[in-house]
């Protein structure tokens, strides 16, 4: 078919679901809670279409700025042209979950803190930067 311009055009793997994950939508999906500003992935869960988010917006990231019975209102970045806009769209939690993007640098804080509380009772100065992985030397037989 050429030029088509559906709504759900090109979206035969991407709405799919996983090999055995087909039939009813866990349990744990509901029961997740969401608040404002929280950072969560858009990934649309093709056996609901219900609030299903377009196909533009499959694979990002936002913030929660809204929250209602079965949606939340997502702040996400999408760029049109040569800008980048804020969109707020509203998607229905079965299409969402938390990212963990955050996690690494959350733990590395908690890390650094730590650090800095033990240098300040020794009375000593800490490096607190991240370092470069230094090279690997391969050897050759």
Not at 31 to 52: A, C, E
Not at 59 to 74: D, E, F, L, S
Not at 102 to 122: C, P
Request: some cysteine; proline content about 4%; aromatic content about 10%.
């Amino acid at each position: 078919m050429t030029n088509t311009k559906g709504k759900r055009r090109g979206t035969r793997y991407m709405f799919s679901r996983p090999f055995r994950k087909h039939g009813v939508v866990p349990l744990a999906t509901y029961m997740r809670i969401y608040k404002k500003g929280d950072i969560v992935d858009i990934k649309g869960m093709g056996t609901v279409q219900k609030g299903m988010p377009h196909k533009c917006y499959h694979g990002k990231t936002g913030r929660v700025y809204n929250v209602t019975q079965h949606a939340v209102g997502i702040v996400v970045n999408k760029q049109v042209k040569g800008k980048i806009l804020a969109k707020r769209i509203n998607v229905r939690i079965e299409h969402i979950k938390h990212s963990k993007s955050r996690d690494s640098f959350l733990k590395r804080v908690k890390e650094n803190d730590q650090k800095k509380k033990e240098a300040k009772e020794k009375g000593t100065w800490v490096q607190l930067k991240r370092q470069p992985a230094p090279p690997i030397f391969f050897f050759f037989f």
